[in-house]
């Protein structure tokens, strides 16, 4: 099983751009979706697929979150 994660784009180079995943910035592949600083973007495997909705984003994170608090 594949599972894509939201992260909130904090600045864009190019086709690439750092991603805040719970405090942690990561670089991402954004040469699939166009999303602006600010934004959400759910990505998998190091590649941005969608640009999301915070509300939505939020509710992916937040059930992260509850899943790892359960282990």
């Known amino acids: 099983m594949c599972i ?3 992260g909130k784009v904090i600045e864009i180079n190019g086709t690439n751009a750092k991603a805040d995943f719970n ?3 990561v670089d991402v592949n954004i040469g699939l979706v166009a999303p602006k600083p600010g934004q959400y973007v759910l990505v998998h495997a190091g590649c941005a697929i969608e640009v999301m909705e915070q509300d ?3 509710e992916l994170i937040d059930l992260f979150t509850e899943l790892e608090d359960l282990q």
């Open 4 to 6: 894509a994660i939201p």
């Open 23 to 25: 405090g942690n910035l």
């Open 56 to 58: 939505k984003a939020q």
